[in-house]
């Protein structure tokens, strides 16, 4: 039940601290991630070339966050395929492709039948799922679940970050099987302190969020920007605006805007800048904020969501909105809790009833 919140987005919103450490919940040990449930299968992770996650809707974009983790710490090639056009093209897999796909449901018949698929064609399955006994976990050779609990809203926000935590488990997970990581402790400390920070992003931003979301319900178009893992953030960001408050959004690569974007831009069109951390990388950073001069610079009304400290964007923005210091994996779990609370806020002002999006459906199952 809702219990107080006034939709069960909110309250699942509200639960992404819970999400994030159930699903972390006895999976490291000795400051080294080892899932129970791959306990055996060491033989999925060596001996592969190559890594194809397969995943719809919410779940393809935690999958191109995966991709950047997986790749970094297993040193492994990783493609993200939508299932619908996996399944349907001729792709090259076998036993030396491992198929990692991922659903809250356990449900989607576009993805259940991409994990046949790759099965039929000698691949190795491993499924990231958060119901129990799916089909997807029964038709692949591994699962790990998600412990986010029941979603109910149609619009995905705990299982999504549940689902990236999972990914970032597999990573560490991974490379300690493929002797890729020799020391997880600073990527496990991060890892644990995830909970807190999302807390803290919700206490912080919550009011600021939904204040600008009020004064934005007139906006029929927003634009998010992000780079490296800000990219996938970017897209989930305009997937829920889409989803729950029909406004037209799309998110790009920030080094993509040269290459078209930039001619949406014109005087008052809203833009959110996922701008990654500094600390991170000092390139990127800056290579974001000339991103954010150059919309600036044509009348873009621009929304920066930007690590604590970072001034360097001060002159730059119509809005600042700080999340809490990450690493560089473990930054979406953060920047993307305003843009769920933005859709949500959106979707209240104009009136419309979150948990139950018009022509959606919270489980597709049918292709
Ligand atoms: C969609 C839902 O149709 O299915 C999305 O409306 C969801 O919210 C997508 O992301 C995939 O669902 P699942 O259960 O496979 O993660």
Known sequence: EKGGWSSFMAKEVAEQPEAVAKTILG????????????????????????????????????????????????????????????????????????????????????????????????????????TQGATIPRESDAVVYTHAGPEVAVASTKAFSAQITALLLLGLHMGRVRGTVADASVDVAELQALPEKIAKVLASEQEHVEQLAGWMADTRSVLFLGRHVGFPIALEGALKLKEISYIHAEGFAAGELKHGPIALIEPGQPVFVLLPSPRHSALIHSKVVSNIQEIRARGARVIVVAEEGDVAVLPFA??????????????????????????????????????????????????
């Open 27 to 130: 999976r490291v040990h000795d400051g080294q991630v080892v899932i129970p449930e791959l306990d055996g299968l060491d033989e999925l992770f060596i001996g592969i070339n190559r890594i194809i996650i397969t995943a719809c809707g919410t779940a393809s974009y935690a999958a191109l966050v995966g991709k950047y983790a997986i790749e970094q710490w297993a040193r492994v090639a990783v493609d993200v395929e939508l299932a619908h056009e996996f399944r349907y093209r001729d792709p090259v897999i076998g036993a030396d492709t491992l198929v990692v796909s991922i659903s809250q449901s356990g449900e989607t018949m576009d993805t259940l039948m991409a994990v046949k698929y790759a099965r039929e064609r000698g691949a190795r399955t491993l499924s990231i799922c958060n």
């Open 318 to 367: 119509d809005e600042v909105i700080r999340i809490p210091l990450a690493g560089a994996m473990f930054e979406p779990l953060l920047s993307v809790v305003p843009l769920q609370i933005f859709a949500m806020a959106l979707a209240t002002a104009k009136g419309l009833d979150v948990d139950q999006p018009r022509n959606l459906a919270k489980s597709v199952t049918v292709e």
